[in-house]
Nanobody, 120 residues
Framework: QVQLVESGGGLVQPGGSLRLSCAAS????????MGWYRQAPGKKRELVAG???????DYTDSVKGRFTISRDNAKNTVYLQMNSLKPEDTAVYYC??????????????WGQGTQVTVSS
């Protein structure tokens, strides 16, 4: 089994910054795509940013130029640097990873979520 543990959420004023981290642990042979999703109250979960094993990145339009996703493969960790935060960024942020544990076991895992609140 694999566990994803997020950290770094909190309360920040508009225009501020936060850095989220998500560390994977357990039986890991290889991690493919990693990503960050978010879900605001009353809304569907949406993809915020993704990063492939080749470090190719993709962002939803609303965060382009403000958020940066990166990964440290040696630490099995993905990061989300969030700058110029807006109230509409308020949501629970979830980490997701495509993990191969063995030749016959490859699946997606989710973290438990971390709350990000942008408010004055």
């Amino acid at each position: 089994q694999v566990q994803l543990v997020e950290s770094g959420g909190g309360l920040v004023q508009p225009g501020g910054s936060l850095r989220l981290s998500c560390a994977a642990s357990g039986i890991i042979s290889r991690i493919y795509t990693m990503g960050w999703y978010r879900q605001a109250p009353g809304k569907k979960r949406e993809l915020v940013a993704g990063i492939s094993s080749a470090d190719t990145t993709d962002y939803t339009d609303s965060v382009k130029g403000r958020f940066t996703i990166s990964r440290d493969n040696a630490k099995n960790t993905v990061y989300l640097q969030m700058n110029s935060l807006k109230p509409e960024d308020t949501a629970v942020y979830y980490c997701n990873a495509d993990v191969k544990s063995s030749p016959w076991d490859r699946r997606f895992y989710w973290g438990q979520g971390t709350q990000v609140t942008v408010s004055s």
